[in-house]
């Protein structure tokens, strides 16, 4: 059974960095598309970056040129470097992937606060 688990969450000032990991027990076959959401005190979820498979890279608006995804491809963990970080990117923090086969799966979340 794959499980998706996060880490790397924390409480940052502003203007400060973060690097998320998203790693994964079990075996994940074909990944179609990994993904960080994110989602404020009542906020909607929204997605912050995706990966595809051939590595391209998409980013909210909110957090172009501040933020970074990458996976490392020999044991498919997603990163998410974060710069410059706004009280405004405080939220939960999740990875999903989805498989070739349409197999979606969820990591558990972590926490990122930004504040003075």
């Known amino acids: 059974q794959v499980q998706l688990v996060e880490s790397g969450g924390g409480l940052v000032q502003p203007g400060g960095s973060l690097r998320l990991s998203c790693g994964h027990s079990?075996?994940?076959?074909?990944?179609?598309?990994m993904v960080w959401y994110r989602q404020g005190v009542g906020k909607q979820r929204e997605i912050v970056a995706e990966?595809?498979?051939?590595?391209?890279?998409l980013y909210a608006d909110s957090v172009k040129g501040r933020f970074t995804i990458s996976r490392d491809n020999a044991d498919n963990t997603l990163y998410l470097q974060m710069n410059s970080l706004k009280p405004e990117d405080t939220g939960v923090y999740s990875c999903?992937?989805?498989?070739?086969?349409?197999?979606?799966?969820w990591g558990q979340g972590t926490q990122v606060t930004v504040s003075s």
């Open positions: 990966m595809t498979t051939d590595s391209s890279a």
């Open positions: 079990g075996n994940i076959y074909r990944v179609y598309a």
């Open positions: 999903y992937v989805r498989d070739s086969y349409g197999r979606s799966y």
